[in-house]
């Protein structure tokens, strides 16, 4: 709709999210490793110490690209967290879901380590607001994660987010009554009589799709980026962008292809945000060619 976007490069990643098939990115809380928890390789080795003094305890943008570099660098497609070294039943009582949830995959927490890999958790950019929740379009508010305040700064403050929605939807809501109070006329903009087009869309052609945004956004504009990689993304994705404008022209639409259109403009806005962007800072991470 052309509202102004802020801070679309910083995607926060989850450093710590079950590595199994059918778990469904369910993220193991920060807190294991706040108790002790402690991240090893295939060989039980441990790795965090080479790559900041606080080990396993330090921030979560560091350790997610140290799971991602060890990832690589061993070949892996995941790393480990392990707390089975803990009293068993003291573990049940202080992590009831994890515990659940890991043992319905066959994985006893108790036991063994759990297999983890980073996610893409949340972006702290978004549509640019006032604090009444206002956008640069007139009368389109944003509130909670779709909206960019500037309170995260360069990296989510976690709970800060619940915080951030509840304050600016009350300030969005005050204000909107205000405004209908005023009981001014609310002219609507004229719009195009609606073209319905009737191209079937291939289901395989739309896997196929999203599985390139998905792996060329992970590998080339995710927890670590260079200028290289950004522009390898680029041609990429922009070849991808013109084919699914040409075709979204003439499709049948279902919410498959309007996914799609949608999902590869996200990826394109994080992408440019990050090429603007030449310095590394909180989630935004460019290493040197």
Avoid at 49 to 72: C, G, K, Q, W
Avoid at 175 to 182: G, L, N, Q
Wanted: aromatic share 8%; net charge neutral.
């Amino acid at each position: 709709a052309g509202a102004r976007l802020l801070n679309m490069e910083f995607v926060q990643f989850h450093p710590t999210t079950l590595y199994l098939e059918g778990a469904k990115n369910f993220l193991i809380t920060e807190s294991l490793r706040g108790e002790g928890a402690v991240l090893k390789d295939r060989h039980g080795r441990t790795f965090m110490e080479h790559y900041h003094e606080m080990a396993s305890l330090a921030p979560r943008d560091i350790v997610a690209r140290a799971i991602h570099h060890e990832m690589l660098k061993e070949q892996q497609n995941c790393m480990y967290l392990d707390i089975s070294f803990k009293d068993p039943e003291w573990l049940k009582e202080r992590f009831p879901t994890i515990y659940q949830n890991c043992l319905q995959f066959g994985i006893d927490i108790t036991k063994e380590p759990i297999p983890i890999v980073p996610a893409a958790h949340y972006s702290c950019g978004g549509v640019l607001v006032d604090l009444m929740a206002r956008s640069s379009i007139d009368r389109l508010r944003a509130v909670g994660e779709v909206s960019c305040t500037g309170i995260h700064g360069a990296n989510r403050l976690a709970s800060t987010s619940l915080l951030e929605a509840v304050i600016w939807g009350a300030c969005a809501g005050e204000d909107i009554a205000k405004r209908v109070a005023e009981k001014k006329n609310w002219a609507f903009p004229v719009i195009d009589h609606w073209k319905e087009e009737r191209e079937p869309v291939e289901p395989a052609m739309l896997k196929q799709d999203w599985m390139t945004i998905r792996q060329t956004m992970w590998n080339y504009v995710g927890l670590v980026r260079s200028p290289k990689r950004l522009h390898r993304a680029k041609l990429i994705l922009r070849e991808l962008q013109n084919e699914t404008e040409t075709f979204y022209r003439r499709a049948a639409l279902t919410d498959a292809i309007i996914g799609l259109r949608n999902g590869l403009q996200a990826a394109m806005i994080v992408l440019y945000s990050a090429i603007l962007n030449p310095k590394s800072s909180g989630c935004h991470y460019i290493e040197n060619d």
